[in-house]
């Protein structure tokens, strides 16, 4: 089982634009989602990702997540 800390897998955060005072500056702020860079799936948790079928990161764990389904 690959863990999303591999190198060989790709998440990427996702940001939404806020304006900044009342100049119409914006600035990008996480909103606290993780999007898969193969499916497009999004989620809160790097484990409970809602892939596609066919997504090579499907059984893409954190160590701890794949530790407690082995117990």
């Not at 999303?4 to 900044?20: G, K, N």
């Not at 600035?27 to 497009?40: K, L, M, Y």
């Not at 066919?54 to 389904?69: G, I, K, M």
């Amino acid at each position: 089982m690959k863990s999303f800390a591999d190198p060989s897998t790709t998440f990427e955060l996702v940001f939404e634009e806020v304006r900044v005072g009342d100049g119409g500056l914006t600035a990008p702020r996480p909103t606290g989602e993780i999007r898969c860079t193969e499916c497009g799936a999004t989620a809160l948790n790097i484990d409970d990702f809602p892939h596609e079928q066919d997504c090579p990161q499907r059984f893409v764990h954190s160590r701890w997540y794949a530790e407690q389904l082995q117990d």
